[in-house]
Nanobody, 126 residues
Framework: QVQLVESGGGLVQAGGSLRLSCAAS????????MGWFRQAPGKEREFVAA???????YYADSVKGRFTISRNNAMNTAYLQMNSLKPEDTAVYYC????????????????????WGRGTQVTVSS
């Protein structure tokens, strides 16, 4: 069974850092695009960052320069390093995989991702 499991969420003060991990199991995701999305209370889920199989990266404007997405294909794991966190970054963060996209690209569109984790809570206090 294909599965994505997020970890690394928690409570942090504004200006702090967290690193989220997304461990994949059940198949190899080295050729898949990996994405991070988030959903704040009362809001729709939104794109945060994505990385292609060839490690091209894409970011939402709201996190550009503060967040870094990366992947370790040998460990079948994707990461989201979050620095200079703000209270508005508070949300449940979801990892997702797009198994059908070409190797060299990744999409920001939520509906393109076909495998999802259950999410991890990130809370940033002011």
């Amino acid at each position: 069974q294909v599965q994505l499991v997020e970890s690394g969420g928690g409570l942090v003060q504004a200006g702090g850092s967290l690193r989220l991990s997304c461990a994949a199991s059940g198949r190899t995701f080295s050729n898949s695009a990996m994405g991070w999305f988030r959903q704040a209370p009362g809001k729709e889920r939104e794109f945060v960052a994505a990385i292609s199989g060839s490690e091209n990266t894409y970011y939402a404007d709201s996190v550009k320069g503060r967040f870094t997405i990366s992947r370790n294909n040998a460990m079948n794991t994707a990461y989201l390093q979050m620095n200079s966190l703000k209270p508005e970054d508070t949300a449940v963060y979801y990892c997702a995989a797009d198994t059908s996209v070409p190797y060299w690209t990744a999409t920001t569109r939520e509906y393109e991702y076909d495998v999802w984790g259950r999410g991890t809570q990130v809370t940033v206090s002011s």
